[in-house]
């Protein structure tokens, strides 16, 4: 069984430049989640997908990111205009249904902003 | 809200030796709890989790963690370290009040040969 595909796996940007990633959840899970890790610090959520509805998206900062889970598989993040403190890897994961199933990460995909 | 605390940032130990990862929680409800494994440069890995069944988890590469509701506990243990085990690990909870998944802040696990 495929995991959690991710691409790209790094990024280089300029600042004030947009970026855009893409996840491929595994077959059959409808919960789908993008996370913020920083360096030296654990992933934080950013937004939560059940099937294509985004069911919290509290702590994504909707003045710069956005996200979409059109036909409810696979989903893109979106930043624009990047600032340098951006510069983070950026986590997708799935799980079959609620919160407390387990969740399976992709390898993340690096971005750094200069 | 949950959250979850881990005591210690970084723990080395001699492989061979016994690791201990400390972890302790809060939550409003009762709490599924998980922990992850991150080598660098690869993704997060399940190791085990608990979900109201046996206080007691067995995990893979013989990790296992028990669950202490008085204690708000869920420390990770392996009897004997090994090189390979090198790693960032990651304590996680997550309530059935449909609250997300909350991470710890990591705890670094070195191994000295």
Redesign the interface.
Known sequence: EA??VQSPRYKIIEKKQPVAFWCNPISGHNTL?WYLQNL??????LI?YENEEAV?DSQLPKDRFSAERLKGVDSTLKIQPAELGDSAVY?C?SSEG???D???????TRLTVL | AQSVTQLDSHVSVSEGTPVLLRCNYSSSYSP?L?W?VQHPN?????LL?Y?SAATLVKGINGFEAEFKKSETSFHLTKPSAHMSDAAEY?CVV???G????V????TRLSVLP
């Open positions: 995991g959690v989640y030296g610090q654990g992933p934080e959520l939560r919290d986590l994961a609620g919160a407390e387990t969740q399976y990460f992709g390898p993340g | 599924s998980f992850y690869k993704g997060l890995q399940l989790k979900t990651f997550s309530d059935h449909g609250q997300n998944f991470f710890g802040p990591g």
